[in-house]
């Protein structure tokens, strides 16, 4: 028999124990990583729709906005602005945020130090949904503008715990629900199996 057979042989059945090896490790792992308060990052997959609704007398947009996903930490309710949310109606306004915008969140060029005039009205937050109550314009709408059909939205979250992010969705008022695709099993298998045969390929060479 070749050397070469046998270093052949040897490959075929590192390759069936690894691979088994892989899929036990991915189904008893990924349960219990997925994400935990300790070490979650935050992630986005739906917002509600989102209108153009406008109570001149209050100056705010009273209306229901809820935010699905995983990993986005727990805060009690609260009005006012935090650094673990912002809502960007790209064009007019933020609302909500207090802190470092960095380039780009908003349609800013550069890193802005914000503290908003335009307060949120958090009704809850846990770590799969975040409600939404309102949007306080504060009586600065007439100078910053409300919420109207077709205005471009971003939202960026934050976990408060761990402070990683932003999870960001986009949507347009007046033409939600929204959502973000999510990677399919197939696709993450996919990935698993390449990075494994790297590894078999950097075992194989250096041998």
């Known amino acids: ?3 070469e057979g046998t270093i052949g042989r040897r490959l075929d059945t590192s390759i069936v124990f690894s691979f ?7 189904a008893t792992l990924m349960p219990a990583l997925w994400p935990t308060q300790a070490f979650a990052v935050p992630s986005i997959t739906s917002i509600s729709a989102i209108s153009n609704t406008h109570a001149a007398s209050t100056d705010q947009s009273v209306q ?3 935010i699905i996903g995983s990993g986005l930490g727990v805060m009690a309710p609260y009005t006012g602005d935090s650094s673990d949310i912002v809502f960007c109606d790209v064009p ?13 969140a908003c349609g800013n060029n550069a890193a802005e130090q914000i503290n908003d005039l335009y307060h949120l009205v958090v009704n809850s937050w846990t770590d799969t949904q975040i409600v939404i109550g309102a949007i306080d314009y504060d009586g600065y709408s007439g100078s910053f ?9 971003a939202v960026l979250v934050f976990n408060p715990q761990t402070n990683t992010g932003p999870a960001v969705i986009t949507c347009t008022v007046g033409a939600g629900p929204c959502t973000v695709p999510e990677p ?3 696709s993450m298998l996919t990935s698993a199996l390449l990075v494994l045969l790297c590894v ?3 075992r194989r060479f250096s041998s």
């Open 1 to 3: 028999m070749s050397h």
């Open 20 to 26: 088994s090896a892989l899929l036990v490790a991915l």
């Open 64 to 66: 229901t906005i809820t």
């Open 92 to 104: 007019k306004f933020s609302a909500g945020f207090a802190g470092t915008l960095q380039p780009g």
């Open 145 to 153: 503008g409300t919420l109207a059909n077709g205005d471009p939205i």
């Open 184 to 186: 399919s099993t197939a």
């Open 200 to 202: 078999l390929g950097v």
